[in-house]
């Protein structure tokens, strides 16, 4: 089943940033934001870590990505 936080999380992750993320899927970063922040609620996960350098992948998600 395709979702559209799916997409966006695969642009965040590949750019490690919510502006540029935005840029390739025609979104503000404040929507690309909002929408990783309503994904993570709704499973109950924290996928990325923020920070001042960028966005990174949690170490669980970075895990479990590597088995698929």
């Not at 799916?6 to 979104?27: H, M, N, P, R, Y």
Request: with cysteine; proline share 1%.
């Amino acid at each position: 089943m395709y979702h559209k936080y799916l997409e966006i999380f695969i642009q965040v992750a590949d750019t490690g940033s919510f502006s540029k993320a935005g840029e390739k899927l025609f979104l503000s970063p404040t929507a690309v934001m909002k929408q990783m922040n309503l994904m993570e609620s709704e499973l109950g996960l924290s996928l990325l870590n923020r920070t001042n350098h960028g966005i990174t992948l949690t170490e669980a998600r970075k895990t479990n990505l590597s088995r698929c």
